[in-house]
């Protein structure tokens, strides 16, 4: 049973003056400028397609998709460029991110507004002529909020296409709410200020209410409620969100060792560590050999693409998948994937791709937006399956 009437009284108290600061401090003309320690310096904009947002993005677009990251504020303030700082570094790495609210917005957000920064990214992935025309990665999605943001994080994540969820500072208000908890299946992590963090003892109750299985981090840095979302780069919150997201989102190995194992680079810290089911490579068992791209059968040449099958997470149950399509010397306009599925594995949702059947084995063909390839160019689709992700194979041919 969760003290929770003290608890929320003090989240109001704290937040929405709190919000009111960082607004403040997000509305200065140098906010503006792009920055960002990663190497893609990172600015915000807004677009008419998508009102009442705040969108972070590298000045330049790299070539590199960019993986999707939404994001709640602090207070559930509707100024997307409240925690400007702490967004711009992410940014800066590589990831579009998007806040609610206008830049130095007034108002208050809902949780509807993280589901339609995912829907305008996905539209403008596939909007041809748009500068996001095939830049993002749209099978990598991440949510998460900080304090009443995280709330609209918790709402939000069991959207199929959520890839992870993250919650600073935050935790749930009500026990009657803990259905979102047990309804959760992807990874979560949660960045929680210490025990002075007036949301601490929500986060730490729904620390312990998460589904058997599940993976799931948890940092504590005794900070407080603030978090260091307004320093220099997002401060040590900055650094460590960045660092989540190139694990969960970008695959890197070397930043998820930071969370993950006795030993984790946030272990040897002064963050206060506690992990539940995690693996470096993203939940696929030790003991199941990895799934190596398809070869061409002899004597029938070069294929005219490759399938790269990966598993991105796992959990008690289900899996999310990746593959990554990539043509052969010759151009495609379009591709098929056989993807042959083990007894007791089958496919519930998939993105990226049309999907013809959900067990035994399963042709993904491609979207309108993604089915033309230059010679060596990749595209990837991803989707959700129930079973561990292990012994599945996948063959390309040109559509």
């Known amino acids: ?16 003056p709190l919000a009111a ?16 320690s990663g190497p893609y310096p990172a600015d915000y904009e807004t677009s008419a397609g998508l009102p009442n947002h705040t969108i972070y993005r590298p000045q330049t677009l790299p070539y590199e998709r960019l993986p999707i990251f939404v994001w709640g504020n602090g207070g559930c303030a509707a100024s997307g460029t409240a925690q400007v700082n702490f967004l711009r570094e992410i940014s800066s790495h590589g990831f579009l991110a998007i806040a609610n609210g206008n830049p130095n917005g007034s108002g208050s957000t809902t949780s509807q507004m993280l589901t339609q920064s995912i829907d305008w990214a996905v539209a403008e992935n596939s909007r041809q002529g748009g500068k996001y025309y095939g830049k993002l990665d749209t099978g990598r999605i991440a949510v998460a909020g900080f304090s009443c943001g995280g709330l609209e994080a918790y709402a939000v994540s069991s959207d199929p296409r959520v890839t992870t969820t993250g919650i600073f500072s935050s935790g749930l208000l009500n026990d009657a709410d803990d259905y979102q908890l047990r309804r959760l299946t992807k990874p979560i992590a949660y960045f929680i200020g210490g025990p002075s963090d007036i949301a601490y003892p929500n986060a730490m109750d729904d620390w ?9 981090f948890m940092g504590n840095l005794n900070v407080g409620h603030g978090g260091t979302y307004d320093q220099t780069n997002g401060g040590e919150f900055g650094r460590v969100a960045v660092l989540y997201l190139k694990w969960r989102l970008k695959g890197d190995i070397t930043a998820g060792a930071n969370f993950v194992g006795a030993d984790c680079g946030l272990c040897r810290s002064q963050w206060t560590v506690q992990q539940k089911n995690l693996t470096l490579d993203g939940g696929t068992p030790p003991t199941t050999p990895p799934v190596t791209p398809s070869s061409p059968p002899p004597g029938e040449g070069n294929p005219t ?17 990746n593959v990554n399509v990539t043509a052969g010397t010759t151009a495609l306009n379009g591709w098929r994937v056989t993807v042959a599925l083990p007894s007791g ?31 060596g160019q990749a595209t990837s689709f991803g989707f959700q399956g129930t079973g561990t992700g292990g012994g599945v194979t996948a063959d390309c041919a040109g559509g």
């Open 345 to 375: 594995t089958s496919i519930t949702s998939a993105w990226n791709a049309v999907t013809s059947g959900t067990s035994g084995t399963v042709t993904l063909t491609n979207q309108s937006y993604n089915g033309r390839l230059a010679p």
């Open 208 to 216: 312990g209410k998460l589904p058997s299985g599940l993976p799931a």
């Open 305 to 321: 693409c490759s399938a790269a099958y990966s598993v991105q997470s796992q959990w008690n149950g289900g899996f999310v998948a």
């Open 1 to 16: 049973m969760r003290k929770r009437s003290r608890i929320s009284a003090g989240l109001a108290a704290v937040v929405v």
């Open 21 to 36: 600061a960082i607004v403040a401090l997000g509305g200065t003309p140098a906010d503006a400028a792009a920055g960002g």
